[in-house]
């Protein structure tokens, strides 16, 4: 049965320890430099202590360390690799080529989605050289993926859920071009593609004004696992790691359910780790950080993947305005709103406006800070106050299924635990053997004294017992018993979990190209050796280095004319011209649109 992983991201300890307490099968996490989100990053001692929590449930801690690397850093990373590796971290998540030159210890590498993944040659190769997991990318249609799987045997990972970089994962460096240097390959980006534009046409006239014309919606892919899973994709990875305990919580919970919905009764997969979790809440993907839902290219192109008029959170459509007074608004809603709420909704002037709610009577709002809200106005509520102090508190268990068997020795009593992955694990004790008066009673006591296990991590889901005569225990006895095996049983699960070693590579498998320009981002020496050790003879410095006047700033599979309908090879736009040129302008910077219509392509460059 092949296995698959529930991949949940975490800013920090306490977002790495909400992830796995809500169903994470592994979780990625940054180190203290070097990774794609640097204001996420953490110490060596969290990244211990969270690997030591997920082991306990054979789940997996990937670190990321997915920037492109200067030389004067090499040393640095490589000491920083080797403590990761001794604190427990399962693999590394990595971009630069040239960690694969340095001397490592034996931990799993991973190759970010940030290494360009869209082919099978890509993949293959990266098979090759030893990385044990490949995150593809975004942009990859089903079709796709089953291609690509049915020609590599490496793990294939693949984004589920959460916000989409516009650019393909890699070759976006419009950050680093017009932000003074603050390069997405380093951690930095200036996130250019959230921000109103006008878009003009070649003949300079406007056709749209202060639109998010770059900003996409979010992934949502939790109607398609079992899709995913068939295409060939073997970890399902929710993005999201500058977001909060409570996002962390609430969209693992709801792809856990989504996902053992399709494991359990299957005869193909089968689930990663071990626990079964325990919800106080019920997990809603409207209620967490969104800018409405995308399948993206998962099934096809389609017009449905932007987010032109806000890239902030929409939240649900909870009802319409139909009246106000200088206090309040009236609303037609079924839905039932609390003070505190936060609220939102699209103005007059097409902003993105939102308000937080002091007081309700019946379908009468009270803002604090009235607004002018034409009737017909459609309200939603991207933030539930009743729904965040469910999170706040303890929402879930994760709790070891185990088998207890109770039985008599000649001079005592034994009990033995057997979890759900077949550790197991006995204990005998002397003990007195007394008749019980009360035979009903006597089992109810042994019952439910050795099935006592709610401060632990183990629940028990079957206990037999297997005595001659119906004998009084004492409950101190059979409390002892318990405490004491199940700390036998940690020690054996601790002693039984093993970390996946690094896969020796191949290093004489060609690279798929024989040049590389700065689209390569070749930024240390290790890195250049790596490409040129794989057959490539011309390789450039990367764009964070040497800077490209023509540059591409962004390559994207988003294309602004088929968004708004100006599509050339749509029936109602054939006669207009492929080569149709088109700007964003926002300020005083002006970006060209180019069209590869071909390849249904979208360049973003800087204005000559």
């Known amino acids: 049965m092949k296995t698959i992983e529930l991949l949940s991201p975490a800013k920090n300890l306490e977002c790495g320890l909400a992830a796995i307490n809500h169903g994470a099968d592994a979780l990625y996490i940054g180190a203290s430099k ?136 890699g070759q976006c460096y419009i950050s680093a071009a017009l932000s003074g240097g603050r390069s997405a390959n380093r951690g930095e980006c200036a996130q250019y593609c959230r921000l109103p534009y006008d878009l003009f046409d070649e003949e300079g006239n406007l056709l749209q004004r202060k639109k998010h014309l770059l900003s996409l919606k979010d992934m949502n892919l939790s109607d398609h696992i079992q899709d995913l899973l068939d295409a060939g994709v073997s970890s399902l990875k929710i993005e999201g790691r500058l977001k909060d305990a409570d996002y962390v919580k609430n969209v693992t919970a709801f792809y856990r359910q989504k996902l053992d919905a399709v494991l359990d009764g299957s005869d193909k997969y089968k689930k990663s780790s071990s626990g079964k979790c325990h919800y106080s809440f019920t997990p809603n993907l409207e209620k967490s950080f969104h800018r409405g839902s995308t399948t993206y290219f998962l099934e096809g192109r389609s017009a449905e993947i932007s987010s032109f008029e806000t890239p902030k959170s929409v939240g649900e459509e909870v009802g319409v305005i139909t009246g106000m007074n200088k206090n309040y608004l009236i609303i037609d809603t079924e839905h039932e709103i609390h003070n505190g709420d936060g609220l939102c909704f699209l103005n007059p002037q097409h902003d993105f406006t939102g308000f937080r709610v002091n007081r309700v009577e019946g379908n009468r709002i009270y803002p604090l800070e009235m607004f002018n809200i034409k009737s017909g106005t459609v309200v939603y509520r991207n933030y539930d106050i009743e729904f965040e102090k469910q999170l706040s508190k303890k929402s879930s268990e994760r709790k070891i299924a185990v088998q207890l068997l109770f039985s008599e020795t000649p001079t005592g009593f034994q009990l033995s635990m057997t979890d759900e992955d077949g550790n197991k694990v006995n204990l005998m004790k002397e003990s007195a053997k007394e008749l019980a008066k009360n035979e009903e009673k006597a089992v109810e006591t042994i019952c439910t004294q050795l099935s006592k296990l709610g401060t632990t991590d183990f629940e028990a889901v079957s206990l037999d017992l297997d005595l001659s005569k119906p004998y009084f225990i004492p409950s101190s006895f059979l409390a002892e018993l318990r405490r004491e095996l199940v700390l036998e049983l940690e020690d054996k699960r601790s002693l039984n979990y093993k970390r996946e070693n690094r896969i020796e590579g191949d290093n004489s498998v060609a690279y798929p190209e024989s040049a590389l320009s700065y689209l390569g981002n070749v930024s240390n020496k290790l890195s250049e050796a790596f490409y040129k050790q794989h057959g490539v003879t011309l390789v450039k410095s990367a764009f964070e280095l040497e800077p490209v006047e023509d540059a591409k700033l962004m390559l994207t599979k988003h294309c602004i004319k088929y968004s708004l309908g100006m599509c050339p090879k749509e029936s109602s736009h054939q006669k207009m011209k492929p080569s149709f040129a088109l700007s964003l302008q926002y300020k005083e910077t002006i970006l060209d649109l180019e069209f590869d219509c071909a390849n249904c392509e979208m360049t973003v460059l800087k204005k000559k």
């Not at 001692?45 to 200067?70: P, S």
């Not at 990972?157 to 970089?165: K, N, Q, R």
Request: net charge negative.
């Open 34 to 169: 070097f990774g794609a989100r640097a204001a996420a990053g953490n110490s060596i001692q969290d990244i211990a202590e969270l690997a030591k929590y997920a082991h306990k449930y054979n789940a997996r801690v990937y670190t990321a360390l997915n920037t492109i690397l200067y030389d004067n850093e090499l040393d640095e990373a490589q000491k920083l690799i080797w403590q990761l590796y001794e604190a427990g971290a399962d693999a590394l998540i990595v971009q630069d080529m040239g960690i694969l030159q340095m001397d490592l210890p034996p931990i799993a590498l991973h190759a970010s989605t940030q290494t360009d993944n869209r082919s099978v040659e890509k993949v293959k190769f990266l098979q090759d050289v030893g990385f044990s997991q490949v995150v593809l990318a975004r942009e990859l249609s089903l079709q796709q993926i089953k291609e690509i799987s049915s020609q590599t045997t490496v793990p294939l990972e693949f984004f589920v859920h959460g916000a989409l970089c516009v650019c393909y994962s």
